[in-house]
C-alpha cells in the first residue's frame, strides 16, 4: 500500500513527460481501447517470458526501461527465456528489475518515466488503477489472443511487426518441412509430462509454451485425457499415468531449481511420485521417453519455437519407435 500511495503521489511530473509529447493510436486490448504511443521510447514489460523476450527478440531491446523477473538461489534477479536465449540481462543492458511475481515496484516504474506499460489481463488488473496513473497501460489477454497472437501484439506495440512477420514466415517453413519429414502426424501420439514430487502428482500438459505449439502445428495426436481437458494442464495423482502414456513421451528438466537439474533427477522425481513408473509406461520401457532442458523450449519466442522444432524432429523423424497399442 505504501508503495502504491507513492506512486501516486508523483503522478503529477510524470503526465508532463514524453507520452503527451507523443503521437498516438487506438490498441484494442484487454482492458479496453487504449491511446499508445506510435513510437513507444520507454516500455515497461510486466511479465518477462511473454513480453520482456519477444521485444528482446524483435530487437526492441533498447526500447525497454523495466521489466518483471525472477531470483536465483543467491538472490541475482534475471530475465527468464531472455538470459538462456539471448544471452540478454539486467547486467548487461538498461533494463531495470521492477520485482517479481505479484510484487512490481510501483513507484520505481513511475521513477523510470515509461510512456507504454505492458502486462496481462488477468494477472495485472488489481494494479492497473495505479499503472494507468503513470503510462498508457495495455493488459494482453493472452488467452484470448493465443501464442502466436500474443507475440504479434507485443511486436505490434513496439513497433517492431515486420520482425515478427519475418519471423513468422520462417517457422510456417520449418513446420512444413517437419511435415514433409513426418508425413504422418496425426498417427503418433506424444505426451508432455512433469512429476512434481512435493505434491504427490505429475502434470500432464496440453500446452506448454513453443514445445506445445509445434507439436500442434505440425498435428502429433495427444492422448485422449490431455486432449480432452480445458485448462492448459492437469494434475494426476499417480494412479492415472498409463491414462497418458504415449507413443513418445517429453519431459523437461531446469538448471535453475533445485532437484530439477538432470534428465537423471527429473527421473527420481517420476520414481518419487509412481514407483516404478517406468515399467508403466511403454514409451518410457522402449526408450521413446526423452528429457530436453525447460528454459529453451517454454518460452513466448521463435527461437524457443526453433529449439522445441529441432528438439522434436531430432527425436521422433526418421528413427523406428514401437508405437503405443491401440
Known amino acids: 500500500m505504501k508503495l502504491l500511495i507513492a506512486a ?28 499508445v504511443p506510435v513510437k513507444p521510447l520507454r516500455i515497461v514489460s510486466l511479465h518477462d517470458l511473454s513480453i520482456t523476450l519477444p521485444l528482446v527478440e524483435f530487437g526492441a531491446t533498447d526500447l525497454v526501461v523495466g521489466s518483471h523477473g525472477r531470483l536465483e538461489e543467491d538472490k541475482v534477479p534475471y530475465i527468464r527465456g531472455a538470459k538462456e536465449l539471448y544471452e540478454t540481462s539486467f547486467e548487461n543492458t538498461d533494463i531495470v528489475f521492477l520485482g517479481v511475481f505479484n510484487q512490481i515496484d510501483l513507484e520505481l516504474i513511475a521513477g523510470l518515466e515509461p510512456d507504454l506499460i505492458i502486462g496481462r489481463f488477468g494477472n495485472d488488473n488489481d494494479v492497473l488503477p495505479n499503472l494507468e496513473k503513470i503510462a498508457p497501460t495495455v493488459l494482453l489477454d493472452q488467452d484470448k489472443l493465443g501464442f502466436f497472437g500474443s507475440m504479434q501484439a507485443v511486436a505490434d506495440l513496439g513497433g517492431v511487426l515486420p520482425e515478427y512477420d519475418r519471423q513468422f514466415a520462417r517457422y510456417q517453413a520449418q513446420i512444413a518441412e517437419f511435415k514433409r519429414l513426418v508425413p504422418n502426424p496425426a498417427d503418433i501420439s506424444i505426451a508432455i509430462l512433469q512429476p512434481w514430487p512435493e505434491d504427490g502428482y505429475i502434470a500432464a500438459n496440453k500446452e506448454y509454451y513453443a514445445l ?12 485422449d485425457l490431455i486432449a480432452e481437458i480445458s485448462d492448459s494442464s492437469l494434475d494426476m495423482s499417480p494412479e492415472f499415468l498409463p491414462e497418458v502414456d504415449a507413443d513418445f513421451i517429453f519431459s523437461t528438466y531446469e538448471g535453475l531449481y533445485p532437484d530439477q537439474r538432470s534428465p537423471d533427477e527429473i527421473r527420481a522425481a517420476f520414481e518419487k511420485v509412481v514407483p516404478g513408473y517406468c515399467t508403466v509406461l511403454q514409451a518410457c520401457r522402449n526408450n521413446q521417453m526423452v528429457f530436453i532442458p525447460r528454459t529453451p523450449i517454454y518460452s513466448s519466442s521463435f527461437r524457443s519455437l526453433t529449439t522445441a522444432y529441432q528438439q522434436v524432429l531430432t527425436h521422433v523423424a526418421g528413427r523406428a519407435f514401437v508405437p503405443l497399442a491401440k
Open 8 to 35: 501516486a503521489a508523483i503522478l503529477g511530473g510524470l503526465l508532463a513527460g514524453p507520452v503527451l509529447a507523443q503521437e498516438t493510436r487506438p490498441f484494442e486490448a484487454g482492458n479496453g481501447t487504449i491511446g
Open 212 to 223: 506445445s505449439q509445434v507439436l500442434d502445428d505440425v498435428g502429433f495426436s495427444k492422448p
